[in-house]
């Protein structure tokens, strides 16, 4: 069994910042990739930015030079650090948990944080 906890969502004003972050815990053996996706209303689900095999980092378009995510493989966690915040990041932010196991590939996702950017 593996269990995703997320902290650090919550209201800020435009231009502000936040930090999110997740700790995996339980069945966890071998991490392949952990991330963060994020949601909004109306909207399909979409890569904010994840590390895959400890060293590839990806960022989707919209966040890239404003959020910086890092890995603790020590603490099994990965965070977020969100700058220049836009009403448009608004949405709930959901952590990603991708496990090697032989020849297949685990997803393992959290419950979710929501964000929320306004004045």
């Known amino acids: 069994q593996v269990q995703l906890v997320e902290s650090g969502g919550g209201l800020v004003q435009p231009g502000g910042s936040l930090r999110l972050s997740c700790v995996a815990s339980g069945n966890i053996f071998n991490i392949y990739g952990m991330g963060w996706y994020r949601q909004a209303p109306g909207k399909q689900r979409e890569l904010v930015a994840n590390i895959i095999s400890g060293s590839t980092t990806n960022y989707g378009d919209s966040v890239k030079g404003r959020f910086t995510i890092s890995m603790d493989y020590a603490r099994d966690t990965v965070s977020l650090t969100m700058s220049s915040l836009k009403p448009e990041d608004t949405a709930v932010y959901y952590c990603?948990?991708?496990?090697?196991?032989?020849?297949?590939?685990?997803?393992?996702w959290g419950q979710g944080t929501q964000v929320t950017v306004s004045s």
């Open positions: 990603n948990l991708i496990i090697r196991d032989s020849y297949r590939f685990l997803d393992y």
